[in-house]
Each structure stands twice: as structure tokens, then as C-alpha cells.
């Protein structure tokens, strides 16, 4: 279909953005689809808010720190557009071949009837993101006079005069403000005739156009940033303000690190275990801000360390494939450390406090995967003078020949069970965890030396 009259002759319906929302989401639950694909733990807290508040057809804004995938939940509402949907060929706003709203498409519409002809603008064009900066210009987001088009020879009181800013050119789509609270009070004042009136004013211009646009924000808590806040006025005009969270369950934790992550090397599920249960004891510390939060993206970036340093050792060594181990663990958390923010009474206490709770992260991963394990002979081996040496540059098969021999027990062989271990590196690593947590246990001692630990 080219022109208005074949889209009108194919019986083709125009539905508001709100009510295209509402009948795709309701369609969605009808069938059972998830509409909300990559996102763990909001299942039963954000997720159906934010579902009621599309239902509404609400103009929306959430609430929280820093790493709770606000602007991934906003993103995702895109999928509840039609895939594709027609507009005005050559329109600036995306309007819809049936109901044109600018002074030019409502001359080419009187003019061409018919032959009106139009184009399909998939979902993803009708998505708009802008994220909110101190600097941000009414014009960015409204629009302004264009000095061209005065000097082409129309009058400065001609609509055809205005260059549209972010919020009309988003008509009959969704647009998003990112950190909402950072945009100047002025500016958030331009935004209320547009939430509320759905009409924009440039300059003295009132533009009585029938604006079809979703407003969807994101904010810290304002007790935080103290950057600004969201003005009242503003404020009354989003129909819902829904609070965001971190992961309330480990598997949702370990869920995320998992699917974000871009990993170089082959990392196991306990050292992943562990990375979430570091990342969640930090949010559970009275030592950390927790009105900065302890963001998502700290354990993703975990995980991606320790498989840098795993294919690191592995081109040194010589190893066939790079596999992450306990001990690249600390590497992990020497370059993480600046993401943390701490109470000010902790200072020079930072290292001190994220190597107490990577070690409680740690044990508690070992009691988790090894309970009821009797590790009895492999301690006793240690005891009578044996000692195993790791390190971050020291290879699997290294590791594996300096193991204590514990005569017929299978003691080996139901560790790297219980981890799933199949080859030398994941072998390693799941023993190496199981020495850490009998050090921990203080069943048997360790000593960090040049770059290297020795059990015993």
C-alpha cells in the first residue's frame, strides 16, 4: 500500500498510541507471551505496575538507583507498539495518514486526497530517547523558531516557521527522558502543556496540535543525586511513579550477570554465585552508601574481569581453554573497588571491608555447592606437610599435579561432581574452591607470596 485510499480500501483501523498499547499488552497476557523478555525480578513488584499503568494509558516515570534497569524496562515498552504502522510520506511529526496535524500535511492531504502517499515506520522508529543534561534546551525538546525558514520569505507568525524538537517529532510514538531530575526547572516547565494539554507553545506560537505521545522518565531518588529535582507541577502530570529495585532472589542475581555479561573465557556457574552474593552482601552493608546503591552493572562488570583474566593466563600458559578460577576473584575486585561508594566514616577501610565480604561471598557459595562433602582426607593430607600452590598465573595442569595424593579416596572426583567440572580448568577451579573454603573454615592455613598462594 502506497497511498491513503489503498489503506482504506484494506479496512486498516487508527488506534491512539494508548489504546495500540493496551490491546497489544492485553493480547499478550491473553496468550500467555511474556511481553517483557530479559528482565528478572519484577515479576511480581514493577512488572504488573507498570503493566496497570499502560492499561491506563498513563504517562509514567520510575524511581531508583543507579544499575536497576530503568532504561531497559522503558525500552522494552517498545515492544508493545504495532511492528509496523503507516504515516504521511515526508511528514516531520509521523502523522497518521488519516488524521494530519501540521499545516503542511493538512495542505498536501486537501491537495492530493487519495494520492496521499504514505510509508510503514517500524516500532523502533516511534521510540525516542533523550537523556535529561543540565545543558538541555527547550528547543532540544519543544522546538523554536528556524532562521531559515524566516529567511526563505515566510512570516515569522507562519506554523511552517517552527523546527520541532524531540517531543512532537515522538507523535504517536513513545519518548523517554533519562534522569529526569537533571533538566533545569525551565525546561521541565515546557513540558507541562505537553503532559498535560498535549498542545506545544514556541515563542509565542500556540500550536493546537493533537499530540498522541507516551512520556516515559527515569530517576534516581532525589534524597541522592541533589543534582535537582522533579518539579511538583510536573510531577502531578505522570499518572504513575513506579519504585524500581535491585534482584530480591539470587537466581534473579545470577540471571542478569548471565545474560549481560560478554564473557571471553568460559566462567562457571559458582564463581558467578559468587560474584552475586559479593554484590549483594555490598548492598546489605552498613559500610557502603546504599543511597548510591551498589548497581547491576558491578558484578556483570565481575564476571567480564575474571574472564579477561582467565584467557590471560591461558595465553600465557599455554592452556587449551581459558577457564576462570576462585583465584582470579581478587583481580576482580582490585579494579571494581571504584564503583563502590562508602559511608564517609569508612575511610581507608575500603579494601579491608570488600575482601571481608568477598570471603563471606565466598563461603557461603562453598557451603551452598559442598554440603555434606567430608573433606577430612584432604585436610589430614595437608596437615602432614603437603601444600598446594595457585596463583593467577599458575596453570590448571600445574595446580592439578601438585595436588596431595589421597590414596583410594574419591574425594577429587565427587568436588568436581558436585560443579559439574569436566575438564583440567573447570577441575581446577573447583578444587581450588573447595581449598578456600576449608581456609575459610580454618581447617587448613594459606599464604599469599609473589603472586602466589600456597594452602597448607
Known amino acids: 500500500m502506497a497511498t491513503v485510499g489503498e489503506l482504506r480500501n484494506s ?11 493496551r490491546d497489544n499488552l492485553l493480547a499478550a497476557l491473553r496468550e500467555g507471551r511474556d511481553p517483557w523478555p530479559g528482565l528478572h525480578g519484577f515479576e511480581s513488584t514493577v512488572i504488573p505496575q507498570l503493566e496497570r499503568a499502560l492499561i ?24 508493545l507498539l504495532d511492528e509496523w504502522s503507516p504515516v504521511i510520506e515526508g511528514s516531520e511529526l509521523g502523522e497518521h495518514p488519516y488524521e494530519p496535524i501540521t499545516t503542511a500535511s493538512l495542505r498536501r492531504a486537501a491537495e492530493l486526497g487519495d494520492d496521499l502517499p504514505i510509508r510503514w515506520r517500524s516500532h523502533a522508529e516511534r521510540y525516542t530517547e533523550k537523556l535529561a543534561t543540565p545543558d538541555t534546551s527547550v ?25 520541532y524538537g524531540l517531543v512532537p517529532r515522538s507523535h504517536r510514538g513513545i519518548v523517554a527522558v533519562n534522569e529526569l531530575p537533571d533538566l ?4 521541565q516547565v515546557a513540558m507541562l502543556n505537553v503532559m498535560e494539554e498535549r498542545d506545544i507553545q514556541v515563542r509565542g506560537y500556540v500550536l493546537r496540535l493533537p499530540l498522541d505521545v507516551l512520556v516515559v522518565a527515569s530517576a534516581n531518588p532525589e534524597d541522592y543525586t ?7 507541577p510536573l510531577k502531578d502530570r505522570f499518572g504513575a511513579e513506579i519504585r524500581t529495585h535491585y534482584p530480591t532472589e539470587l537466581a534473579d542475581e545470577v540471571a542478569i550477570i548471565r545474560q549481560e555479561a560478554e564473557l571471553v573465557a568460559d566462567v562457571p556457574d559458582h564463581l558467578v554465585e559468587t560474584l552475586a552474593r559479593f554484590t549483594r552482601a555490598l548492598r546489605a552493608s552498613s559500610a557502603v552508601d546504599q ?74 557459595t562453598v557451603g551452598a555447592r559442598f554440603r555434606g562433602v567430608d573433606f577430612t582426607v584432604l585436610v589430614e593430607g595437608l596437615e602432614h606437610g603437603a601444600m598446594v600452590t595457585t596463583g593467577e598465573q599458575v596453570s590448571a595442569r600445574d595446580f592439578l599435579a601438585g595436588l596431595p595424593i589421597l590414596g583410594e579416596s ?18 581446577a577451579g573447583a578444587i581450588e574452591l573447595a581449598l578456600e573454603g576449608l581456609y575459610l573454615a580454618r581447617k587448613v592455613g594459606k599464604e599469599s607470596v609473589g603472586g602466589e598462594t600456597i594452602y597448607g
Open 226 to 232: 541533589n543534582r535537582g529535582r522533579i518539579i511538583t
Open 56 to 79: 491506563a494509558g498513563h504517562d509514567i516515570v520510575l524511581l531508583g538507583e543507579r544499575g536497576q534497569g530503568k532504561t531497559r524496562l522503558l525500552r522494552t515498552i517498545v515492544g
Open 11 to 21: 479496512g486498516h483501523v487508527q488506534k491512539t498510541l494508548r489504546a495500540e498499547i
Open 291 to 364: 543511597r548510591s546503591g551498589v548497581s547491576a552493572r558491578f558484578p556483570i562488570a565481575g564476571a567480564e574481569t575474571i574472564a579477561a583474566a582467565a584467557i590471560h593466563r591461558a595465553s600465557r600458559q599455554g592452556e587449551d581453554q581459558a577457564v576462570a578460577r576462585p583465584v582470579d576473584l581478587e583481580a576482580a575486585v582490585d579494579v571494581l573497588g571504584g564503583k563502590i561508594e562508602f559511608e564517609s566514616g569508612e575511610e581507608g577501610r575500603e579494601d579491608a571491608i570488600l575482601d571481608h565480604l568477598l570471603r563471606t561471598a565466598t563461603a557461603e
Open 139 to 163: 528547543a532540544d525538546l519543544i522546538g523554536d523558531v528556524d532562521p531559515m525558514k524566516v529567511a526563505e520569505g515566510r512570516s515569522l507568525g507562519d506554523p511552517e516557521t517552527i523546527h
Open 410 to 427: 574419591d574425594l577429587y572426583d565427587e568436588i568436581c561432581a558436585r560443579l559439574g567440572a569436566s575438564n583440567d580448568g573447570q577441575r
Open 184 to 187: 533545569a526547572e525551565r525546561i
